[in-house]
């Protein structure tokens, strides 16, 4: 059975964004990326809400990012391979391959998922992930902890979401990034 993971970059104070669109300070170093990149291989498919999927829906054409690490061409084969699916009640159509739109949440479906991928699923977007796990879905928690306080903002975690985490792993970067990642405790 396959693992849910959510996987996000959160600033020290919380936060995934102060701007919509703004995710300058969570830019990871080469060594950070070729990291992030290793993590991801596995992923067989990216759960997004329509804010995140639109982020990512860069990785379609990595050509017209500016400032490209050197690692950007494999991270968009490995992402570009992966199942993506969105939930959005509001976004028309998708511009992505290996993409679908699916309007509502039902954890029943993502447990069905879960149950019969071979590899591991990963949900972004705080809205989408709350709801994962209230549903009781996310099995672990994969953070990167940039240096940087936004002060407010979209928060990484809905104030209203309880849970018992077990820490596996964690490894520092040389521009002062985290990587923690936690198990869900029963």
């Known amino acids: 059975m396959a693992k849910l993971i ?6 020290l104070d919380g936060f995934i964004a102060k701007d919509p669109g703004s995710y300058d300070w969570s830019s990871p170093d080469e060594e950070a990326f070729a990291f992030i990149i290793d993590l991801i291989r596995p992923i067989g498919t ?3 809400g329509r804010k995140t999927y639109e982020t990512m829906s860069v990785w379609e054409t990595p050509g017209v990012i500016p400032g490209l690490l050197a690692d950007g061409p494999e991270f968009a084969r490995v992402w570009q391979a992966a199942d993506k699916i969105v939930y959005s009640k509001t976004l ?9 739109l699916v309007r509502e949440f039902d954890p029943h479906a993502i447990r069905e998922l879960k149950a019969q991928s071979t590899h591991d699923i990963t949900v972004g977007g705080p809205e989408l ?13 994969h953070l990167l ?6 002060g407010g903002g979209t928060r990484v975690l809905a104030g209203d979401l309880r849970a018992n985490l ?3 792993d964690e490894r520092r970067f040389p521009n002062g990034m985290v990587y923690l990642r936690y198990r869900t405790q029963a």
């Open 129 to 141: 992930a709350a709801h994962a796990i209230r549903a009781g879905l996310v099995d672990e928690y």
């Open 166 to 168: 077990e820490l596996l």
């Open 6 to 11: 959510y996987f996000t970059p959160t600033s």
């Open 46 to 48: 990216y759960l997004y």
């Open 92 to 100: 028309e159509t998708v511009t992505t391959r290996k993409t679908r």
């Open 145 to 150: 902890v940039a240096p940087a306080m936004l």
